[in-house]
């Protein structure tokens, strides 16, 4: 589908995937253009190319990756581009079917075919924050949740949470490198559609690295938690192998066959062991709490805190 837009008369060629075999025109007859749709014919990975034609003008090509499954690796949309001052190529670009109409008139504003692709940029990246959005909500839900119920099920959602941000990143980057590539080669000039969606792509990496920083900081706090009561259980394991030594020890001792024990014979025998065994115990506990090696051993977790 060709269309025309804006006072300099701009083309747009959409394409549907399915057309990249039959697509010689509206294409002009360059190896720029050649090499463009080979790669758009075998692959589906992000791609970005500048380069010149015969007399000089400005070329940007390429592929992008614009939604991406945060779950499914290979759940995602690309569409190619091919990019002159008044002509843009996409094939395979989604349009939102309610949208189609306001997207067409802001396309009609276009000075020329670089605004038109730098709306549809700032229209992807205007998706990705309404991702962001979202994951702000789930993210606060995660800062209490840490608080609330320290546990396995809270490190497993920190981690799902930081691969969602890994994932919006790899979505955001290439993105941002057309930007570059654009400035790069002064295809720009110093439109409104340009400023609005350079100002879109640094607000949704500036948000993306403070989440970025929120999540390391709360993944940070949760193993060292995880270490202190990982110490603090085989502290607690020690204390109390320690503290029933002598039971053990007097255990063993008197639990022994042989013949000749004069333990045996001896009238008040258990209740001297008894005492024995008792008097010992509490003289370790108290040499081991006197050395301050028993620590919380005997104290609750209060709700809510994080050590105590």
Same mark, same amino acid.
């Given at each position: 589908?060709?269309?025309?837009?804006?006072?300099?008369?701009?083309?747009?060629?959409?394409?549907?995937?399915?057309?990249?075999?039959? #697509?010689?025109?509206?294409?002009?007859?360059?190896?720029?253009?050649?090499?463009?749709?080979?790669?758009?014919?075998?692959?589906?990975?992000?791609?970005?190319?500048?380069?010149?034609?015969?007399?000089?003008?400005?070329?940007?090509?390429?592929?992008? #990756?614009?939604?991406?499954?945060?779950?499914?690796?290979?759940?995602?949309?690309?569409?190619?581009?091919?990019?002159?001052?008044?002509?843009?190529?996409?094939?395979? +670009?989604?349009?939102?079917?309610?949208?189609?109409?306001?997207?067409?008139?802001?396309?009609?504003?276009?000075?020329?075919?670089?605004?038109?692709?730098?709306?549809?940029?700032?229209?992807?990246?205007?998706?990705?924050?309404?991702?962001?959005?979202?994951?702000?909500?789930?993210?606060?839900?995660?800062?209490?949740?840490?608080?609330?119920?320290? $546990?396995?099920? @809270?490190?497993?959602?920190?981690?799902? !949470?930081?691969? $969602?941000?890994?994932?919006?990143?790899?979505?955001? #980057?290439?993105?941002?490198?057309?930007?570059?590539?654009?400035?790069?080669?002064?295809?720009?000039?110093?439109?409104?559609?340009?400023?609005?969606?350079?100002?879109?792509?640094?607000?949704?990496?500036?948000?993306?690295? $403070?989440?970025?920083?929120?999540?390391?900081?709360?993944?940070?706090?949760?193993?060292?938690?995880?270490?202190?009561?990982?110490? $603090?259980?085989?502290?607690?394991?020690?204390?109390?192998?320690?503290?029933?030594?002598?039971?053990?020890?007097?255990?063993?001792?008197?639990?022994?066959?042989?013949?000749?024990?004069?333990?045996?014979?001896?009238?008040?025998?258990? @209740?001297?062991?008894?005492?024995?065994? #008792?008097?010992?115990?509490?003289?370790?506990?108290?040499?081991?709490?006197?050395?301050?090696?028993?620590?919380?051993? +005997?104290?609750?977790?209060? !709700?809510?805190?994080?050590?105590?």
């Amino acid at each position: 589908m060709e269309t025309y837009f804006g006072k300099h008369n701009w083309k747009w060629v959409l394409l549907h995937q399915m057309e990249l075999e039959n #697509i010689t025109p509206p294409l002009p007859q360059d190896p720029a253009s050649d090499a463009w749709l080979e790669h758009a014919r075998k692959h589906q990975t992000n791609y970005v190319k500048v380069g010149s034609l015969e007399k000089g003008e400005k070329v940007l090509k390429g592929s992008l #990756i614009y939604q991406q499954n945060f779950s499914e690796e290979w759940d995602f949309k690309i569409f190619h581009f091919y990019l002159k001052k008044d002509l843009l190529v996409t094939v395979g +670009l989604e349009l939102p079917g309610d949208e189609q109409e306001e997207i067409q008139q802001q396309l009609g504003s276009a000075e020329n075919a670089v605004d038109g692709f730098l709306f549809f940029l700032g229209e992807i990246v205007n998706g990705l924050l309404v991702e962001i959005d979202k994951f702000e909500v789930a993210l606060k839900t995660l800062i209490w949740g840490v608080r609330k119920r320290n $546990e396995t099920k @809270i490190l497993e959602l920190l981690y799902t !949470r930081r691969h $969602e941000l890994l994932v919006a990143k790899n979505v955001l #980057i290439p993105i941002k490198e057309l930007r570059m590539a654009i400035e790069e080669i002064n295809l720009h000039g110093n439109s409104e559609v340009y400023k609005s969606t350079c100002r879109r792509i640094e607000r949704a990496m500036e948000l993306l690295g $403070e989440y970025e920083h929120e999540l390391d900081a709360m993944i940070n706090l949760e193993e060292v938690i995880s270490s202190h009561r990982g110490n $603090e259980i085989m502290k607690t394991l020690t204390v109390m192998t320690t503290i029933f030594t002598p039971v053990m020890a007097f255990g063993a001792l008197w639990g022994m066959n042989f013949k000749h024990m004069p333990e045996l014979e001896w009238r008040f025998g258990y @209740i001297l062991s008894l005492v024995l065994i #008792i008097v010992s115990t509490a003289l370790l506990y108290g040499y081991l709490k006197m050395k301050g090696w028993t620590g919380d051993l +005997l104290k609750g977790k209060k !709700r809510g805190s994080f050590f105590k």
